[in-house]
């Protein structure tokens, strides 16, 4: 907090203002009011002083809601927004609390203490400009009815777990699920839970979640009045088991003719109780036919299905003719999808939001501007590499996110200091040293002081380490509050912070022969993540095609050229 604005030196009691006159009052020299005025106008005086005082503690006491909600600007800390319209165009420019809800993207009735972050996040980042369209509220809100009423310690649940346990499909039931099951980094998990919601809410499933070894340290509950955790007694307990090969798989099934995806060939006996669908970047031909409308109407007709991935294979959904009316509605702006429902669904624990905002109170909450650096370093051996660092440092400076350094004069004199703080996120120290050193050891050519910063290290990635997810989820959320970023090609830990944080990031491509690329980087054309291992398959035609070049909305990606994204087709 700057004490030097709020502590301001008041007037002496020479200098006091005058109250009826502009001057100041002097000793001496004051007006003398005509006899039989003084007492009046003392005790009008003394009314005024009082007015102020009560009209001051008014305010006061009408302001501690606010306070109390988190709402009211600290110096350094919180924003507070104002309107800029009403409904009917109207202009307003009063300040109101930040949308803790925002825009009714959240549902208002949890215990805020169980999960500080779900509503205090909105006061460390900037109001977002992209509002959920009302369609994705309304089927949010009824999604949140359906994981109440079909979630676990439910009797309908109970129902469709004896069904699971008898083997087969006999009859349709009222609650279909789909179950994920956690697999792969930090980064590719939130990607692939983001992409099972999506299919969850346009197939009308419950989603359950295998909670691994650390996802219930990770994140809240994102249903109110229920749990998303996949009850331990479940009876299809074997996840570590299911791969390419594993018998239950939809993949396989179809190829060895146990099932059929013909429309008339899958009559609800003839279906298993489950399937398991293998969606990871090694999965077959027959696997992919999930992304086919007849395979999905087979798959309709399955109460349980067991989903394993590492991809965010949202943008291969919008291809399936069956959602294509749904996912308009929902998301008119095509390149939001995780940008709402990673807000929607990612709520840091307490213990990470402790993490989170500790360290953003420490080094970044007094910047006037906040940059973040992600690196991901894909080379063997033990760096720092130099044509890394030349790249971050080329890519930066050339986007004028970072300033120039000035290596002649020690000290460059300056009228107007802005301070931007810089937050590093790589397993190694050694190019946030660099960094860190360059503008310790020289000052900037514009007079800018530059903070650099990094909360951890951990040298490589520990996938099932609790503390090194918590860390690894912390930093993720920490670059999702930066005003500028610059993030690593192929990296889904990128991905994730610039979904949250509705940035488009630019990206530095991936090094080839241990050089620093010519560009460095580029602008990304969506905030959408990357889905890195796509079909390439015509449903229709029954022949590969070229996926990215099918529907406008869905493009390559800026970082792998077979990969496929979200854009918004206004803005491309």
């Known amino acids: 907090m700057d004490l030097k604005r709020i502590r301001r030196p008041q007037p002496s009691p020479a200098e006091a203002p005058d109250p009826e006159s502009n001057g100041p009052f002097r000793p001496g020299t004051e007006k003398r009011p005509a006899s039989g005025f003084v007492r009046p106008a003392v005790v009008l005086l003394a009314c005024l002083v009082l007015l102020l005082v009560i009209s001051s503690a008014h305010r006061s006491s009408s302001l501690d809601p606010l306070r109390r909600a988190g709402g009211v600007q600290e110096k350094g800390k919180f924003e507070v927004i104002s309107t800029k319209g009403s409904e009917k165009g109207s202009s307003a420019s009063s300040n109101i609390p930040k949308d803790k809800l925002l825009a009714g993207l959240l549902d208002a009735g949890f215990d805020e203490g169980s999960c500080l972050s779900r509503y205090q996040a909105v006061l460390y980042r900037k109001e977002s400009p992209h509002l959920p369209s009302p369609y994705l509220l309304e089927r949010l809100r009824k999604h949140e009815a359906l994981q109440k009423k079909c979630g676990p310690n439910t009797e309908l649940y109970n129902k469709a777990v004896e069904q699971l346990k008898s083997g087969q499909t006999i009859e349709s039931t009222e609650c279909n699920y789909v179950v994920w099951i956690s697999y792969s980094g930090l980064g590719n998990r939130i990607l692939t839970l983001a992409s099972a919601f999506l299919y969850s809410l346009l197939t009308n499933r419950v989603l359950l979640i295998d909670r691994g070894a650390d996802l219930a340290d990770l994140f809240c509950e994102p249903f109110p009045e229920t749990s998303w955790l996949l009850p331990l007694d479940f009876p299809v307990n074997q996840f570590n088991s299911f791969d390419i090969k594993a018998p239950q798989s939809y993949g396989n099934m179809l190829e060895k003719k146990v099932i059929s995806n013909s429309v008339d060939g899958a009559s609800m006996g003839s279906l298993p109780a489950y399937a398991y669908l293998h969606l990871a970047h090694d999965y077959g031909d027959f696997d992919k036919l999930f992304f086919c409308e007849d395979d999905q109407r087979v798959l309709q007709k399955i109460p349980w299905l067991v989903l394993r991935s590492d991809n965010y294979f949202v943008p291969s959904l919008f291809l399936i003719p069956t959602y294509e009316e749904e996912l308009s509605q929902l998301f008119p702006k095509k390149d939001t999808v ?65 300033p120039g350094i000035n290596a002649q004069d020690s000290v460059v004199s300056t009228s107007d200091v802005t301070s931007k703080a810089v937050i590093v996120t790589s397993l190694h120290s050694g190019y946030f040293e660099k960094i860190r050193n360059m503008y310790w050891e020289h000052p900037t050519i514009t007079g800018e002081i530059v903070g650099v910063y990094q909360p951890s290290h951990e040298g490589y990635q520990q996938t099932e380490k609790q503390m090194h997810n918590m860390k690894a989820w912390a930093e993720m959320y920490l670059l999702s509050l930066t005003d500028e970023l610059v993030t690593s090609a192929w990296s889904t830990f990128g991905y994730v912070a610039q979904g949250l ?36 398959y015509d449903c229709k035609a029954k022949r590969g095609v070229d996926t990215g070049a099918l529907v406008p909305h869905v493009k390559h990606c800026e970082d792998m050229s077979w990969g496929l994204k979200l854009v918004d087709q206004d803005e491309w």
């Open 338 to 402: 995780f940008h709402h429902l990673g807000r929607y669904l990612f709520h840091p624990t307490n213990r990470v939001w402790g993490l989170i905002t500790r360290y953003y109170q420490s080094y970044l909450s007094k910047a006037k501007e906040r940059v973040g650096i992600q690196i991901r370093v894909f080379d063997t051996g033990i760096g720092p590499f130099q044509h890394v660092l030349d790249q971050i440092l080329g890519c930066s400076l050339k986007e004028k996110l970072l």
């Open 501 to 536: 944080g509705g940035l488009k990031p630019w990206i530095m491509f991936k090094p080839e022969n241990q050089t620093a690329p010519d560009p460095p980087c580029r602008r990304v054309m969506s905030m959408e993540p990357c889905f890195h291992a796509p079909p390439f």
